[in-house]
Structure formats: C-alpha cells, structure tokens
C-alpha cells in the first residue's frame, strides 16, 4: 500500500529561525514528489516538485531534498517568517495520472511566534 | 489567487438537505477534480474529470454526485448527508493528467452537516 509519512506532526519555532519538515514514502512506481503550503482555511499551494532524477530544488527561502534510494525528502525553510506559520503537505506521484494517483501525507503544521 | 475559485466558503445544512458546492477555474485546463480533507487525515480523491468526462470515482458514497457541464465548471451535488461527512471539500485544476502537472487548489468550502 502505497503510503507518505511525514515528521514532526507539529513544530514551533522563532522567527528568524531555520527548520526541517520530513517525509518519508513507500509509493511505487515513483513519479514525482511535491511540497505544498496550505495556510487555515485555504487550499494548498505548490511549493516544488521533484523527479527521480532531482536531489535538490528551492523556492525562495524553501529547499526540498529528494533521496529516491532511502525515499526520504525533506523541506527546509530558512529565515522563517511569521507568514510561514501553515500546514505543509509532502505528496508522491506514482503513474501517469497527476490527479487519481497521488498519495497525500498528514503534514506538518508549523507554527512561528514573534 | 490560484485561478480556481469555489463557492460557497462555509457551508452547514442538515442532513435531509440538497446543496451544491461550486468550482470555477480561469486557467484554461482540461482537468478538474474534487477532494475531502477531513480534520487530521490526509486529502482524499474523490472525482476526477478530464475533457468534461468523468474518469474516476474514487468509491464515493452515492449521496455525493458530481457534474461537470463543461471544462471551466464543475459541481459537488449534496443530498442526506451524514455527519462523518463533515469536512474542507476542495476542487482542484491541471492542464491536463500527465503525471508531472501541477496542480492548483482552489480555498475549499467547510462543510458542516449536523
């Protein structure tokens, strides 16, 4: 069963400070691997997506990393800020279907006070 | 603003009652789809168009019924719903269903059936 497990559930940090979410996957066949940020009450909003063949890619202060051999991906966000403070969603894509084969992990709600 | 917008944003009716949740998407795309984020689970698929052609049904309960009168539009028709079925329903849009398409997410409708 394909399934994308995400750590730590939930985090608080400082302004200013850097953290790391993790997410650890069993999908295959492996597609793609996407981070999103979803604020309260909002959908989700993509972040990165990542290939087999990408270890690395950044969005302003996010940088995700991918390790297809562990299947392990991190999301770091330097310099936090409290517009930050938001669920973040890591999702695998297997097969050739962008929307029916995607498996959502629980996310990471992040918390960052002044 | 992400170029899917859904109506309405709060929603709560009793579980004798028919409503319809509302997507629009202003970007063109040939793929829409329908999820269910219930409150500390992972987003579930529950429908996806392509073309205006319903491809997936995602074992959903008969009391949910989607419509898609075309490309730009697509419906989530509600009838004797159940309290379980409590929860942010999000649409979502892509190009089209390659695997590597990005997806956009409208801001979901909360539903609360008592």
């Known amino acids: 069963k394909n399934q994308v497990e995400q750590s730590p559930q939930s985090l608080i940090i400082l302004e200013g400070k850097n953290c790391t979410l993790q997410?650890?996957?069993?999908?295959?066949?492996?597609?793609?691997l996407r981070w999103y940020k979803q604020d309260t009450g909002r959908g989700p909003v993509s972040l990165t997506i990542m290939t087999f063949s990408e270890n690395t890619k950044s969005n302003g202060r996010y940088t995700a990393t991918l390790d297809a051999d562990t299947k392990q991906s991190s999301l770091h966000i330097t310099a936090s800020q409290l517009s930050d403070s938001a669920s973040y969603i890591c999702v695998v894509s297997s097969g050739i279907n962008a929307g029916n084969m995607l498996t959502f992990g629980g996310g990471t709600r992040l918390m960052v006070k002044p | 603003e992400t170029g899917v917008t859904q109506t309405p944003r709060h929603l709560v009716m009793g579980m004798t009652n028919k409503k319809s949740l509302k997507c629009e998407q202003h970007?063109?795309?040939?793929?829409m789809y329908w999820y269910k984020q219930s409150a500390k689970k992972p987003l579930e698929l529950m429908f996806v168009?392509?073309?205006?052609?319903?491809?997936e049904n995602n074992s959903v309960p008969s009391r949910f019924s989607p419509e898609c009168p075309n490309s730009s539009h697509l419906f989530l028709h509600l009838h004797t719903l159940q309290p379980e079925d409590s929860a942010l329903y999000l649409c979502?849009?892509?190009?089209?269903?390659?695997?590597?398409?990005?997806?956009?997410f409208g801001s979901g409708t909360q539903l609360s059936v008592l």
């Open positions: 979502a849009s892509s190009q089209d269903r390659g695997t590597n398409e990005k997806l956009f």
């Open positions: 168009y392509s073309l205006e052609e319903r491809v």
């Open positions: 997410c650890n996957y069993t999908v295959s066949p492996f597609s793609n």
């Open positions: 970007l063109g795309h040939n793929a």
